[in-house]
């Protein structure tokens, strides 16, 4: 492992316009963190890493990095470029241990966050820093939201949020409220009754969103979201349509492979997937199947009637009369991304959002509330993780100021 890192380090050019790091969301230091490890300074390079990304370990497994880093390295215009996430990860997961410090000194003010997803964990951590008093408030039995509950344990697995939560979370002082939605006994109105200055909500979005077609409300048919939180409370049977072709619906079927179903097809609507090649590639080698133009007209008890589709020079879809057809399945899993729950919303006076449901903020994560910030998909839709971080050093930063700026209590 470590022989493998050091050569894809020594691969590194050190360019003095590095596009890696440009292509980075959140701006990765890579040449640095190269340079640190190739000069056998390897907690500089952790420390620099965690500082910058507190959610590293996770990004450096999860992220879309075809796409960004290694999307935007020189190397690669004509060969293979240099793994960085090979290299992330290899850094995180080996500093990580080491990272035993305690909470910073207290300032005695309290600051609220609702969801413990990306943006969540983030922005708890950069405001334990400040030395606020910080309370996690999360709806499920442990911490990660998405990261949890929406990814397998083959890509993610749980004892790097475990870590997280002991490192980052539990050793800063950051106090954890599980199974407490906010919205229900305990609303938004209560918690500045309390004395929280600020509140940070990012609750993700966790609605699927449905076909509405006839025989959705079958009970072999499932959402994609519900399948990932616990795949093992379901019976797919041996012959599985997934209705989608994200990266979402990747983690579907591979994970439905693993749970022994044997005939795996992910149907899109359009000519291709719209899931990462990385993830593509890995379904594909596990042996799923896809079929391409494809649009669900009517789900019946033997499996879906499909209808083939036609794309225009424009863009849009035309649908092929006559072509209808049904492809059996013993069950069926909907993947075609989520919308937010709205609790919160409907429960707290002064707070917009749009016709989506999402919550309305500006580009620093203000609410319509004074005190009241928010980030991550509940604002923007399902997005990256690494995405959900950079936007949230924004947010976190815009809620000290925020604070600050309150008067002072005698």
């Known amino acids: 492992m470590a022989l493998h890192v050091m050569d894809e380090a020594n691969r590194c050019l050190g360019c003095k316009n590095p596009q890696c790091q440009k292509g980075c ?122 990261l949890r509950y929406g990814i397998p344990e083959f890509r993610l697995p749980k004892s790097v949020l475990d870590d997280i939560q002991y490192r980052h979370l539990e050793l800063k002082g950051i106090k954890i409220r599980p199974n407490t939605r906010i919205g229900s006994a305990i609303g938004i109105d209560d918690l500045f009754r309390d004395g929280y200055k600020a509140i940070f909500i990012g609750t993700g979005v966790w609605k699927p969103n449905t076909l509405h077609i006839k025989g959705e409300s079958f009970g072999n048919v499932h959402y994609a979201i519900n399948y990932l939180h616990n795949p093992d409370v379901y019976r797919l049977g041996k012959q599985v349509i997934v209705i989608g072709a994200g990266n979402a619906a990747m983690d579907v079927a591979r994970t439905a492979r693993r749970k022994g179903s044997e005939e795996i097809t992910c149907f899109s609507l359009s000519k291709k997937v719209a899931a990462s090649q990385y993830e593509f590639s890995y379904a594909q080698l596990e042996g799923i199947q896809f079929a391409y133009n494809k649009k669900p007209v009517e789900i019946v008890d033997q499996g879906v009637i499909f209808r083939d589709v036609e794309e225009q020079e424009d863009g849009s879809l035309r649908e092929v009369p006559g072509t209808d057809r049904l492809y059996p399945a013993d069950s069926i899993i909907i993947s075609i991304s989520q919308g937010p729950q709205n609790t919160i919303v409907t429960t707290t006076t002064g707070l917009d959002a749009n016709n989506r449901g999402l919550l309305v903020a500006d580009e620093r994560g203000r609410t319509s509330r004074p005190g009241i910030f928010a980030s991550g998909d509940v604002v923007n839709g399902a997005r990256t993780v690494v995405e959900a971080v950079a936007h949230s050093k924004v947010v976190a930063e815009a809620m000290h100021e925020y604070i600050q700026s309150l008067p002072k209590e005698e």
């Open 25 to 146: 969301p959140i701006n990765t230091p890579i040449p640095e963190v190269i340079r640190l490890l190739k000069s056998n300074q390897l907690d500089k390079a952790g420390r620099l890493l965690f500082e910058n990304n507190p959610l590293t370990t996770v990004c450096s497994l999860i992220c879309n990095h075809e796409n960004q880093c290694e999307g935007h390295c020189v190397l690669g215009r004509k060969g293979a470029p240099v793994h960085f996430s090979t290299i992330e990860h290899y850094i995180s997961s080996t500093y990580a241990p080491k990272m035993v410090q305690g909470p910073h000194p207290s300032n005695g003010i309290k600051a609220a966050i609702i969801g413990s997803g990306p943006a969540g964990i983030t922005i708890a951590i950069l405001l334990a820093r400040y030395g606020y008093q910080v309370t996690i408030f999360e709806s499920n039995d442990q911490i990660g939201g998405v």
